[in-house]
């Protein structure tokens, strides 16, 4: 399945819900479920820049796909990050490269997709795409 | 007026079924500043203090009598009052005009906004910072032993904490640190919506402040200075209308005020900053209200399980922070915001005091003149619903 493709599927997942608060909620039972990170990756380096919590992000080549594994000290956050990582991990970089961020716009998520806004979450978007582009063997 | 009458003249709640908290960020604005501003615009919109028309002289009187207006309203002279683009160009023309190069320490409390910390790091100055007491008040015996050791220093302190609501005593502090022959200047951001401000009593050097917390437009807001400081300090930018004489080589400039505003000003900001100002002088219980609102939301708040409150002290005012144990204060600003109950997390500008708290940041309510019980009712309820879905 494509990143658009999946990104539709999840998007027609959150529609089912017809009360806003029930969404979220599936996105704090996401965030919940979210494995977390090995503590060795909580760490400055892998600390993606957000105005209001906390998201560390850690990528590498398994098998010639992009891995990505995520963490945040909120749970919305996490929910989401839950979210990106389903929607991007085990990808070849040209998968990744290929696909726009503006294609989650149809997620409906104002968390994720708001311009500019200094979140976690765009910031981890930002490093998703970056590392695709940095990495070779993938 | 009083305050429970006015939410029907700010046309956003007719318009938006929305609870808003978030007032310390910024206001909303009454049709009397909406007015105001469109009047300039569809009436006599031109430019000010130059040309010779009609309509210029209007604008021009509009202008200054504005600044007439909001002088007042602080207890100073319109001479004394220079207009910026808010608090933060406030603090920046103070740095670079007075201070660099005349100070090489600057003194400021825990609780400074980030606006009233980097214009002095932005100079390379020496930054001493005033000790506090458990409940987040200055240690006046801190702060008398820090000016000891510092005298002729600036010293820059916030007049209510945009974070916690602390209202400090700047008569007080101010008084002391003149003592030290100390140049002090209040950040007024906050105060300017929430306390009445005399700055001859509080006999402050300099007070900075914003329109858009206080009802009015954004992207204007005034410096006062006391007028032998403003006259000894040069230009903080350069531009048209600030001059009396210019060759390519060489300028003479005017006056205070006018030559800290160089370039075309922002006129309707400024005539919608007047009217804000006039527009809160009718409210009667603008302050007794603040009290009632922020006890209120005490109570409330203490009654719900492993809340802790930032804002415990007797002197606070506009706004209340908190955490919940165990939960992230962004789960609940989002869960709230889709509840339709708009407030602030995170570290409010303001991380220095986040860290030496050792926390990340709060939730933060901060009130207005149209804000009611009901409005903390509806988010005490969209809280337990935001807690519940997030244990």
């Known amino acids: ?138 | 007026m009083k305050s429970r009458d006015c939410k029907k003249d700010f046309p956003f709640f007719s318009n938006e079924s929305i609870t808003y908290l978030d007032n310390a960020a910024t206001t909303q604005k009454p049709q009397v500043v909406l007015d105001a501003v469109n009047a300039y615009y569809t009436h006599y919109c031109s430019n000010t203090h130059r040309g010779s028309h009609d309509l210029g002289n209007q604008a021009t009187i509009a202008y200054e009598k504005s600044r007439e207006v909001i002088a007042q309203f602080i207890g100073a002279e319109s001479r004394e009052l220079v207009f910026t683009r808010g608090t933060t160009e406030a603090i920046n023309l103070v740095a670079q005009s007075f201070v660099a190069g005349n100070f090489s320490t600057v003194l400021l409390s825990h609780l400074e906004h980030h606006s009233n910390i980097l214009p002095w790091q932005m100079h390379g100055l020496n930054i001493e910072v005033i000790p506090m007491d458990d409940n987040l008040n200055i240690d006046i015996e801190g702060f008398h032993e820090l000016l000891q050791e510092n005298p002729k220093s600036f010293v820059s302190i916030t007049h209510i904490s945009n974070a916690f609501g602390i209202i400090n005593p700047v008569k007080e502090l101010i008084a002391l640190a003149h003592e030290y022959e100390c140049v002090v200047l209040i950040d007024g951001a906050q105060a300017l919506a929430h306390t009445t401000i005399d700055v001859k009593d509080i006999n402050a050097d300099f007070y900075a402040v914003s329109a858009h917390k206080v009802y009015g437009p954004t992207g204007i807001g005034a410096l006062y200075g006391k007028y032998e400081l403003l006259s000894q300090m040069p230009p903080y930018q350069g531009g048209g209308s600030m001059i009396k004489d210019v060759t390519f080589h060489d300028a003479t400039f005017l006056d205070p005020p006018l030559r800290f505003e160089a370039g075309t000003q922002a006129i309707a900001q400024v005539i919608g900053f007047a009217a804000a100002v006039n527009y809160l002088s009718s409210i009667e219980d603008s302050q007794s209200h603040d009290k009632e609102l922020m006890d209120y939301a005490k109570s409330e708040l203490k009654r719900i399980d492993n809340v802790i409150l930032y804002s415990e002290a007797e002197n606070v005012c506009g706004n209340i922070s908190f955490t919940l144990h165990g939960i992230h204060h962004d789960d609940i600003a989002i869960l709230l915001s889709k509840q339709k109950i708009m407030l602030r997390s995170g570290h409010h500008c303001a991380l220095p005091i986040m860290r030496t708290l050792g926390i990340e940041g709060t939730v933060r309510l901060s009130f207005a003149i149209y804000n009611s019980k009901e409005d903390i009712d509806l988010t005490i309820e969209a809280l337990y619903k935001a807690i519940k879905m997030l244990s």
């Not at chain 1, 820049?49 to 594994?69: F, T």
């Open chain 1, 1 to 138: 399945m494509s990143i658009k493709e999946d990104i539709e599927n999840l998007a027609f997942e959150l529609e089912l819900f017809d009360d806003v608060m029930d969404k979220y909620e599936y996105i704090i039972e996401m965030g919940k479920s979210l494995k977390d990170l090995n503590a060795k990756y909580k760490t400055e380096i892998y600390r993606v820049q957000g105005c209001q919590s906390q998201v560390w992000l850690h990528a590498y080549v398994k098998k010639g796909q992009i891995r990505y594994e995520a963490d945040g000290d909120a749970l919305i956050v996490r929910g989401l990050i839950a979210m990106l990582i389903r929607i991007y991990s085990k990808r070849s970089r040209e998968e990744i490269l290929q696909s726009e961020i503006s294609d989650l716009e149809v997620l409906g998520l104002s968390e994720i997709i708001t311009a500019g806004r200094q979140n976690g979450i765009a910031s981890m978007l930002k490093r998703i795409y970056d590392y695709a582009k940095e990495v070779h063997d993938a």
